[in-house]
């Protein structure tokens, strides 16, 4: 328990300041590296809960092809590779403030209702479990998921093709 | 470990993607705060499904993430549109459709 706690912290600590940085960086390659960090210590914690699947499909799809098609979206766009002065908004005060009064409200709201809800200690579940609740209760949405990544990728290829 | 440490940090990663989205003016980098609220949102899936010992957090995560692959492939075809039309990505040019 303890171990866990202190890899929790760690891998928290990482994805705090890695994120900071993906939304505060002058330099678009550089928020896109980050961003890299930041999803790693998201799959660090899916491990951390025993959801050992959904770990291991977070870094496959947002490691190896989300950030791969944010870097090819930066390079189609011309983006200096450099820094950039003109990346944020003029007024960065007021989203500061919705961001932090929204953080603070959640916290006092989640404190509040789970200050003592203790995580189970065995908790690990295994793909093979995962498969059959989508391939059994899930099928339905299983599918619907399938249609609209063809959608999805259909959608992309005419509003992206040129006439 | 306790819930509501999960918990507070996804909605930390969700405020900080607030701010992303609202003080960010190139249409890339809003698709990246975009992530790290999907994100958030994953962590708490997973976090309470691991709670509750119901394998349907999980699961919701998996289809979380498979929106958001077509979510950011759609965007990055518009923001294409846009940086065509446009030539550039600044979002807060784009005001056509303002009253």
């Known amino acids: ?163 | 470990m306790l819930l509501v440490q999960f918990l507070l940090l996804s909605s930390l990663l969700f405020c900080i993607g607030i701010y992303g989205v609202l003080a960010r003016k190139n249409g890339v980098m809003v698709l990246m705060s975009i992530e790290l609220i999907l994100n958030a949102v994953n962590i708490n899936l997973v976090a309470f499904g691991t709670m509750t010992s119901n394998i349907a957090g999980e699961v919701f995560a998996l289809f979380v993430i498979a929106i958001a692959a077509a979510e950011v492939g759609v965007g990055l075809a518009i923001v294409l549109l846009i940086f065509r039309n446009k030539n550039s990505v600044d979002l807060s040019s784009i005001d056509s459709m303002k009253g």
């Open chain 1, 1 to 163: 328990m303890v171990a866990q706690n202190v890899f929790f912290g760690i891998i928290a600590l990482i994805m705090i300041y890695s994120a900071l940085k993906v939304v505060t960086t002058k330099n678009v390659v550089h928020a896109a590296l980050w961003l890299v960090a930041l999803l790693a210590g998201v799959a660090g914690q899916f491990l951390l809960l025993g959801a050992e699947f959904v770990g291991v499909t977070q870094i496959l799809v947002y490691i190896g092809a989300v950030v791969v098609l944010l870097l090819f979206g930066v390079m189609l766009t011309k983006a200096s590779l450099g820094d950039e002065a003109d990346l944020n908004m003029p007024n960065k005060t007021i989203p500061a403030v919705i961001a932090t009064l929204m953080f603070g409200v959640m916290s006092y709201a989640l404190i509040d209702t789970f200050r003592d809800a203790e995580l189970p200690r065995e908790s690990v579940t295994n793909a093979a479990a995962v498969s059959d609740s989508i391939f059994a209760d899930y099928i339905v949405p299983f599918e619907a998921v399938s249609v609209l990544l063809l959608a999805a990728l259909i959608g992309a290829v005419v509003v992206a093709r040129k006439e």
